[in-house]
């Protein structure tokens, strides 16, 4: 049973720095690709970050590139989201994802997602 548990959310100011940390378990982790998403109230969810099985390729959209750096260690079964320069539009809760392969073109090759954390980043 895939399992996928968030964790190092909370407030921020802008500015500041946030790292989340994503624990999973159930399957084989470096087989798959891991993903960030966030949502933030009324507004569509948006694809944050997307990592390779092996770690070699990454993704970020334009809205958090430069400032948002995903990892991964395979040998923790763990995958990390560090947000540096936050701003207030990061506020959302942010989700966990695995892939269905090791690899990804879009988000729809992700279907199993842990249950969110909540970033807020205020003054």
């Known amino acids: 049973q895939v399992q996928l548990v968030e964790s190092g959310g909370g407030f921020a100011q802008p500015g500041g720095s946030l790292r989340l940390s994503c624990q999973a378990s159930g399957f084989t982790f470096s087989n798959y690709a891991m993903a960030w998403t966030r949502q933030a109230p009324g507004k569509e969810l948006e694809w944050v970050s997307g990592i390779y099985g092996d770690g070699r390729h990454t993704y970020y959209p334009d809205s958090v590139k430069g400032r948002f750096t995903t990892s991964r260690d395979n040998t923790k079964n763990t995958v990390y989201l560090q947000m540096d320069r936050l701003e207030p539009e990061d506020t959302a809760v942010y989700y966990c994802?695995?892939?269905?392969?090791?690899?990804?073109?879009?988000?729809?090759?992700?279907?199993?997602w842990g249950q969110g954390i909540q970033v807020t980043v205020s003054s």
């Open positions: 994802g695995k892939g269905d392969y090791a690899d990804y073109v879009t988000l729809h090759d992700f279907s199993s």
